[in-house]
């Protein structure tokens, strides 16, 4: 999520960019009562897996509990969305596959519900608000192949297209800070202190339409300041930018989601190699330019045309 953090979830338009990494399942039939999952990242390696009882879901052995659970409440919501889902006694072989590192926080939940909303044939926004909550904006970029708009009016997600292709991509960073951030706790953490959230939206709606149209770096920086200020203001937490071992770069940077964790954007006028150096010599060590994560409308539309 470009900007929009937090108060998307009361009404704030966001601008939302899908990555090149994604997520996909592979399912089998064969005779048999169980589901057996696995889940592999982008070297191959088996990093979860679990078998569950298809009469009750029940989990038979896992490597990880606490994923088990997780997954098996979204297989239950699917269920309760689509009672035929699951419905014939088989025996399921599920392969599921990361195109990133899990800890990223990339969207390896957004991506799996998305996948799991396509094999139950259910609205992939029902079976996220039946099961954990949240804005959805990651439920739409999971199917979209370009820059989006994404507003919740009355509870309904709105969704439109984001002309973003700036002729500045090249000065724009992607950096992963090494902590993965709870996105539930951080909801919570917001509706206890962001009370007044509500009247600063339609700035925050006039920020968005401006990070989205600008034309220039300069613009473009002007505009992610302001959000970070006025989101710190009403989150009553210190900026990313505030922090010593960013206090000394020269350009700006921006959370990417959720406070405290996962990615976060930098713009950068020095070039790939002193940007990448920088932020090597504090520490971070995962950074993609723009045109390595953002999926590019250009090329989808000319792969769509051959």
Known sequence: MLCGEYVVLDGAKAVALPTKLGQS??????????IFWKSFDPEGKNWFEAKYDLFNLD??????????????????????????FLSKWKKYRVSAYLGFNPAWGLGSSSTLISCLAQWAQVDPYDLLQNS?????????????????????????????????????KDELYFVYSGQKQDTQEGIAYYRQVAASAKKDL??????????????????????????D????????????????????????????GAWGGDFFLATSRQGKE???SFFQSKGFDQIFAYEDLIINPVEVDAKDMA
Not at 231 to 246: G, I, N, V
């Open 202 to 227: 339609g700035k925050f709606d006039e920020l968005a339409e401006t990070i989205c149209k600008s034309k220039t770096l300069d613009d473009f920086e002007g505009a992610v300041d302001e959000h």
């Open 229 to 256: 200020k006025r989101l710190s203001s009403l989150l009553k937490m210190p900026r990313l930018a505030d922090k010593a071992e960013l206090k000394d770069f020269w350009g700006q940077v921006k959370p990417l």
């Open 274 to 276: 002193e940007t990448e």
């Open 25 to 34: 399942l592979e399912i089998s039939e064969g005779s048999g009562m169980d």
């Open 132 to 168: 954990f909550g949240g804005s959805g904006y990651d439920i739409a970029c999971a199917s979209s192949n370009e820059p989006i708009m994404y507003q919740l009016k009355d509870s309904k997600p709105e969704i439109s297209r984001c002309q973003f292709d700036p002729s500045f």
């Open 59 to 84: 989990v038979m052995k896992t490597t990880d509990e606490d994923k088990a659970s997780y997954l098996k409440t979204l297989l239950e919501n699917c269920i309760r969305l689509n009672s035929d």
